[in-house]
């Protein structure tokens, strides 16, 4: 199984980018997944994640402005960040669990947001 994330970049305060990530290759099922973020100095913190049947989890840090979203045909997941702050500022990367048990991590994607 191998993860590809794309879409990460530099933002002015209050704007918005799309995270994107597609988990490859055969015989596994997706039981869930999400992204997490790393700041320097940090741990990495979950940010948002969808289940299988579509269940969503956001911390308080980003409800109201990250949405996270899946195409089941795809083996996609996005997360739609708006309302950027520089607290967001971290390297996102992004999680799949699957069916037969198994965890995988996607390459991280920077996030920054400045003025």
């Known amino acids: 199984v191998q993860l590809q994330a794309s879409g990460g970049g530099s933002v002015q305060p209050g704007g918005s980018l799309r995270l994107s990530c597609t988990a490859s290759g055969s015989g596994f099922g997706i039981r869930l997944m999400g992204w997490h973020r790393q700041a320097p100095g940090k741990q990495r913190e979950l940010v948002a994640a969808i289940t299988a049947g579509g269940t969503t989890n956001y911390p308080d840090s980003v409800r109201g402005r990250f949405t996270i979203s899946r195409d089941n045909a795809k083996n996609t997941v996005y997360l739609q960040m708006n309302d950027l702050k520089p607290e967001d500022t971290a390297v996102y990367y992004c999680?799949?669990?699957?069916?037969?048990?198994?965890?995988?991590w996607g390459q991280g994607t920077q996030v920054t947001v400045s003025s």
């Open positions: 999680r799949l669990l699957t069916t037969p048990s198994g965890a995988y």
